[in-house]
């Protein structure tokens, strides 16, 4: 009995040492293809594109389609929206890390509490809460904020509009 106990164990282990080894392979081929170390990872991720918008033109957008705005106030690579008012135009934000992609002038800056928002040529960006789908634009010209465009024109701002200057454009 003791020899058929001995090869019944053999033969467990036998057939176990195969998927022990292709276990072992693939924690080792998992391994490999992760980084080193977050300083030599370099990882991107889509956040914002183009689209034409018949009244402002080439707006910035998220991916799911809601206009991004920048803010008057702020100054190149700072952003000055804290408080209620980031409650109203939260800032658009990327993970520690990630470089967001896209359109090109993208960018990334650490706001005092330690996010990571996205900046279109050093101006943040923003989202306005009262933009419930994609497509809308309703706050340009609301609270010095406005749609972020592409291109040499700026947007035109509303007449009732608080708001200094016009929409942003590459030559910031």
Do not use: C
Not at 92 to 115: D, M, Y
């Amino acid at each position: 009995m003791r020899a058929t106990s001995k090869r019944s164990r053999k033969t467990a282990v036998m057939a176990i040492a195969p998927l022990a080894l292709v276990a072992g392979g693939l924690v080792a081929t998992v391994a490999s293809q992760a980084p080193a170390s977050a300083a030599t990872a370099h990882r991107t991720k889509v956040l914002v594109k183009t689209v034409k918008n018949a009244k402002y033109g080439t707006i910035l957008v998220t991916t799911k389609g809601f206009a991004l705005y920048t803010y008057a106030k702020d100054s190149k690579n700072h952003s000055a929206v804290t408080g209620q008012l980031l409650a109203f135009w939260p800032a658009e934000l990327v993970a520690k890390g990630f470089t967001p992609t896209g359109t090109s002038g993208l960018g990334v800056i650490t706001r005092t509490n330690g996010q990571h928002q996205v900046t279109y040529h050093g101006k943040p960006l923003y989202l306005f809460v009262q933009d419930k789908t994609p497509g809308q634009v309703t706050g340009q010209g609301v609270s010095s904020f406005d749609v972020a465009t592409v291109g040499a024109t700026s947007t035109t701002q509303s007449t009732t509009s608080s708001s200094a200057g016009g929409g942003y454009s590459t030559g910031y």
